[in-house]
């Protein structure tokens, strides 16, 4: 089939993501559909749901898989286990239901030059205890064809993007009774989306992870203001668009932050780290 001028130019202006194309400016808002706030269960607790950071859900080999960060279950007496962990969906009833992992899968290594992979958490789903079709919430992640940053010159790669529930963007309202007892409390999380840059490593980066920063065009914005704070970043996924000889776009994964600090600096577990890990464990 022959393609008019016009159809290749809203082509090459699109964005290949899997089988679809998507206007290149609602790219990132059509990836936060593959995003989520980790949910903790709090037993005993008039707060039943907290939140800790970001994770990012995707499928491999037909199998459910949510990525996100040891850390962020914290340490020491604050330390949660990752079984309390929860991504909320809607059932087929439309209503919101808390879904837990069935495999955890955290990594430990003797060699000390790995050492850094141990951030590492990864938790795999049951999608026959959902009661629904969980493919459409679930990146499908083609570890041969997905675009690694690393395989493309700068000139070469449009936008660098990451979708994050930061703390400040969540609310807490509890909820009382006509004689003041709390029932409980109702959370909302708002996604927010950064655009990124890359940048040079330095001392601050830990092993193992590519360094990027806030985009220049979004510094004032973010960084320079003084409400900005990374905090809930862990765990977020970053995406990226990236043209080929031809001038097509197309949808390439950077990897998962680790760590980001108030001076717009992320740390970032790159995709060839994660297709590593997934080969090795699954």
Not at 51 to 58: A, E, K, M, P, T
Request: overall charge negative; aromatic content about 12%; glycine content about 6%.
């Amino acid at each position: 089939m022959l393609l008019s001028s016009f159809e290749v130019a809203r082509l090459k202006t699109s964005v290949q993501m899997g089988s679809l194309f998507i206007p290149m400016n609602r790219c990132p808002n059509n990836f936060s559909r593959f995003c989520r706030p980790v949910l903790l269960y709090n037993r005993n607790s008039e707060c039943d749901i907290s939140i800790r950071g970001s994770s990012f859900l995707f499928r491999y080999n037909s199998r459910y898989f949510v990525i996100c960060t040891s850390h962020q279950f914290g340490s020491g007496a604050e330390a949660r286990s990752p079984e309390d962990m929860l991504i909320a969906i809607r059932n087929e009833n439309n209503d919101i239901i808390g879904l837990t992992g069935s495999v955890i899968t955290r990594i430990q290594t003797e060699d000390c030059t790995h050492r850094n992979a141990e951030d590492f958490l990864l938790m795999e789903f049951d999608p026959s205890k959902s009661g629904r079709d969980l493919a459409p919430l679930f990146f499908n992640f083609d570890l041969k064809n997905i675009g690694r940053l690393s395989s493309f010159r700068p000139e070469d790669v449009d936008a660098i993007f990451t979708i994050g529930f930061m703390s400040n963007s969540t609310e807490y309202d509890p909820v009382f009774d006509e004689d003041y007892n709390q029932l409980g409390t109702t959370i909302v999380s708002r996604w927010s989306k950064l655009y990124l840059q890359q940048t040079e490593p330095g001392p601050w980066l830990p092993n193992l992870r590519i360094a990027l920063e806030i985009h220049d065009n979004q510094r004032d914005a973010t960084v320079k203001s003084s409400d900005y704070d990374p905090d809930g970043l862990s765990g977020a996924p970053v995406g990226f668009i990236y043209k080929d000889q031809s001038e097509q776009r197309h949808f390439g994964f950077a990897g998962i932050i680790t760590h980001a600090d108030k001076f717009g600096r992320f740390a970032v577990y790159p995709t060839e780290l994660i297709i590593q890990i997934m080969l090795k464990y699954n």
